[in-house]
């Protein structure tokens, strides 16, 4: 309902009417309205994490699990769950305990996609100058964007927008010639 209605549109009564019980049944499992959003949030952070992790282990080599940890991800977004549709959108609905509580968790994650990062860079000779957490944030802030403009009708599955994404970031986009 967060995802479809919005966040401040869904009522808890509309939430318990749509999940078959009393509201007051929902009341006690969560006090507020801001306890679904922070359960869905920590469910989607875990999703990713969980998700991310399954497939960047069959890769051989670090370069190959980044790249299979950057195509899951983006499937994960794509994939049009509503917890991972309410971890993306709506951040600005959580008080500011509760987002430093999500902040930890999503900690989690980050520190999971920074392993990964230094795996590969540890791999392969990177640009001079390089910054690893630059980089992370440059990655996720351009992997979430994707959400807004995915279209499913479109040319791109998201196995295809994640491989162009990887390669993308990775190889760059730019030929240099010799002396120029």
Do not use: C
Request: without cysteine; glycine residues 6%.
């Amino acid at each position: 309902m967060f995802r479809d209605q919005g966040y401040a549109a869904t009522s808890l009564r509309d939430i318990a009417k749509a999940a078959g019980m009393l509201p007051g049944s929902l009341h006690y499992r969560y006090p507020t309205k801001e306890d679904i959003l922070a359960a869905l949030m920590e469910r989607a952070i875990d999703r990713l994490i969980e998700g991310v992790l399954a497939a960047s282990t069959a890769g051989a080599t670090p370069f190959e699990r980044l790249r299979l940890a950057i195509v899951e991800y983006v499937r994960i977004l794509l994939s049009r769950e509503a917890s991972v549709y309410v971890l993306l959108y709506d951040w600005r609905s959580l008080s500011p305990s509760v987002e430093r509580t999500i902040t930890k968790h999503r900690r989690r994650h980050e520190e999971f996609a920074d392993g990964l990062i230094a795996e590969a860079a540890a791999s392969v000779p990177l640009q001079p100058g390089v910054d690893l957490y630059l980089l992370r944030q440059f990655g996720f802030g351009a992997a979430n964007w994707v959400a807004q403009w995915f279209d499913p009708k479109g040319p791109y599955t998201p196995e295809q927008i994640a491989d162009h994404y990887f390669r993308y970031l990775t190889l760059g986009t730019l030929n240099p010639t010799p002396g120029a």
